[in-house]
């Protein structure tokens, strides 16, 4: 039962640079997220996809872009990574409705130098 | 939109002593509210949430939390802190129809032996 699985864990990129994250979930939810991480600032929405084929900007979404590509995986895209840009990055799911819980990936720990 | 505010980033507590971590919501309608706990480099999983039942939650490793809505708050307690307690918390929110959860700035819980 892998749950929220996400790729890669780690990644060094050189300012200007892309990449996409990958997130995958086996729990049949209907919603997922992409957060991230950076210290004294908890966790900030990036994007979110509340069900298939939707997507929806969330606190931060500058600089980012997704792609919810079936009910099972949503990828972040970073199109020309910035230094502001390095963080932890974590993708969440839940069914959707707000007294569901959220279950997280073990999180991506992305470096732009 | 809802907010959450958790004060004071790190918390130290004793072995033994009572971990008392206070987390104050804003919001127009009643909420949901939930508790996250994050061990070192990993995901977040839930401690407890609160969903309009029962006001007193009751969570997993002896963790509590109790609903106070004159109060406008959901303060996570344990009456022993044990040395695996030391991890970051957070408080989140999220609202009926609306699955984005809003994170508090967490806590960072020092268990002292």
């Known amino acids: 039962n892998a749950g929220v699985t996400q790729t890669p864990k780690f990644q060094v990129l050189k300012t200007g640079q892309s990449m996409t994250l990958q997130c995958a979930q086996d729990?049949?939810?209907?919603?997922m997220y992409w957060y991230r991480q950076d210290p004294g600032m908890g966790l900030r929405l990036i994007y979110y996809s509340a069900s298939e084929g939707t997507t929806d900007k969330g606190e931060v979404p500058n600089g980012y872009n997704v792609s919810r590509l079936n009910k099972r995986e949503f990828s972040l895209r970073l199109e020309s990574a910035a230094p502001s840009q390095t963080s932890v990055y974590f993708c969440?799911?839940?069914?959707?409705?707000?007294?569901?819980?959220?279950?997280f990936g073990q999180g991506t720990r992305l470096t732009v130098v | 939109a809802q907010s959450v505010t958790q004060l004071g980033s790190h918390v130290s507590v004793s072995e033994g002593a009572l971990v008392l971590l206070r987390c104050n919501y804003s919001s127009s309608v009643p909420p949901y509210l939930f508790w996250y706990v994050q061990y070192p480099n990993q995901g977040l999983q839930l401690l407890l949430k609160?969903?309009?039942?029962?006001?007193l939650v009751k969570g997993i490793n002896g963790f509590e939390a109790e609903f106070k809505k004159s109060e406008t708050s959901f303060h996570l307690t344990k009456p022993s802190a044990h040395m695996s307690d030391a991890a970051e918390y957070f408080c989140a929110v999220s609202l009926y129809g609306n699955n984005r959860l809003a994170f508090g700035k967490g806590n960072q819980v020092v268990v002292i032996p």
């Open positions: 609160y969903t309009s039942a029962a006001t």
């Open positions: 729990m049949n939810h209907n919603s």
């Open positions: 969440a799911s839940s069914d959707y409705g707000g007294e569901t819980e959220a279950f």
